[in-house]
């Protein structure tokens, strides 16, 4: 039973903002949003989270809507190195984290 | 942050052998450690979910007997595939939570993965 809803594949422009959509509609009031990647044969990587407000740190952006129905990650520069599949998570902190399909972001040259 | 270590990175083994993976935690104290199974082109799938001094949890349809885990201190935990059949080729993970983190805000922390080729 998938909690979130991620385009299957984006594609971007090196140096560009890259933006990642993500439609969470049953978030419960207790779950949080949290965001991994994972580059290609590599373990997970933390990238952000949040409750209710925005969220920045020195790896990207989270804007959640004010509903909390949904959510957008942005790399605000994006490089090559940023390729890579792309989860968005739903769960309350200190649960297990379950991993949907994720979007898989390209960066073009 | 944190730090997770996973050894070996590749391992390739003949079917009907078993393979120890090792899970440590090397800044921090893993009160929880989860393992995930991925196959090729898949996402990563939740075997089962361990705690320091006590039994896994397994997820539904997650033999326990052929994925054996321990998580016998607070730095490491071992999944054992035993008797190792070509299926379970796959890319192993393992994840902790930690107790005590400066700034721990609930994130998992992920080591490199392990390749399993079985023969």
């Known amino acids: 039973d998938a909690k979130t809803t991620q385009p299957t594949s984006m594609d971007c422009a090196e140096g560009r903002a890259a933006n990642l959509p993500c439609n969470h509609s049953t978030i419960s009031g207790n779950e949080y949003v949290y965001w991994y990647r994972q580059i290609h044969s590599q373990g997970p990587q933390y990238i952000i989270h949040?409750?209710?407000n925005n969220e920045t740190n020195e790896m990207a952006s989270l804007i959640i809507t004010e509903d909390r129905k949904s959510s957008t990650l942005i790399l605000p520069h994006a490089t090559l190195r940023d390729t890579a599949v792309y989860y968005c998570i739903v769960m309350i902190r200190g649960e297990k984290l379950t991993f949907g399909t994720g979007t898989r972001l390209t960066i073009i040259p | 942050g944190a730090v997770v270590s996973q050894h070996p990175s590749r391992v390739i083994c003949k079917s009907g052998t078993s393979v120890k993976i090792e899970c440590r935690s090397l800044d921090f104290q893993a009160t929880t450690m989860f393992w995930y199974r991925q196959f090729p082109k898949q996402s990563l799938m939740l075997m089962a979910t361990s705690n320091e001094g006590s039994k896994a949890t397994y997820e539904q349809g997650v033999e326990k007997d052929k994925f054996l885990i321990n998580h016998a201190s607070l730095t490491l935990s071992t999944l054992t595939v035993t008797s190792a059949h070509p299926e379970d080729s796959s890319f192993y993970i393992c994840s902790a939570r930690g107790a005590g983190l400066a700034g721990n805000t609930g994130e998992l922390f992920f080591g490199e993965g392990s390749r399993l080729t079985v023969l």
């Open positions: 949040g409750l209710k």
